[in-house]
């Protein structure tokens, strides 16, 4: 329904803190102002909201099977992963096609099958794939942002 709030996920980066509100599609800041930031049809039903370290943001939008990066400053999505574009994650719908009540590749915290995917945003690449599961019920939820310069073999 239209007046339904669903507060998916709340996040933080310096003093500023956010809110995804997933059935409006948008986030907002709520400290140390109130204001809408970003809004977007593929917010609608996205999880896992997490900050690259340039400070840029990267969400899951659900149901598109996308990782969105946003520029908060401007208020625009600068970049969309298609996932499916993806051999293995198209190997994956094939092999459980979409039931009326789940899809099968549902991008919550990068959750084809409840598999672990792991993306280089910069290179556009499925770096590796970890399936927990096989059963398209099950779920793995979240989104994490490793180091965007990897330490060396070896430690510091």
């Known amino acids: ?24 599609g948008a986030v907002v800041r709520i400290e140390p102002d109130v204001a809408v930031v970003l809004e977007d049809p593929g917010l609608v039903s996205a ?6 370290g340039d400070g840029r943001l990267a969400i899951c939008s659900s149901f598109r099977r996308q990782i ?3 520029d908060l400053s401007s208020g625009k999505i600068v970049d969309r ?5 993806f051999a293995e994650v198209r190997r994956i719908m094939a092999a459980a096609p979409d039931r009326p009540f789940n899809r099968s590749i549902f991008a919550r915290g990068l959750a084809p099958l ?6 280089d945003l910069a ?6 794939v970890y399936r927990h599961s096989r059963e398209v019920e099950d779920a793995v939820h979240g ?3 490793l180091r965007e310069d990897p330490a060396p073999a070896g430690g510091r």
């Open 1 to 24: 329904e239209r007046h339904h709030t669903h507060l998916n996920a709340v996040f933080g980066r310096d003093s500023a803190v956010y809110v995804l509100l997933n059935a409006q």
């Open 47 to 52: 999880h896992s909201p997490a900050f690259l």
């Open 68 to 70: 969105l990066v946003a």
């Open 81 to 85: 992963l298609d996932l499916t574009e």
């Open 114 to 119: 409840a598999a672990i995917l792991e993306v």
């Open 123 to 128: 290179r556009r690449e499925l770096l590796d």
């Open 143 to 145: 989104l994490a942002v």
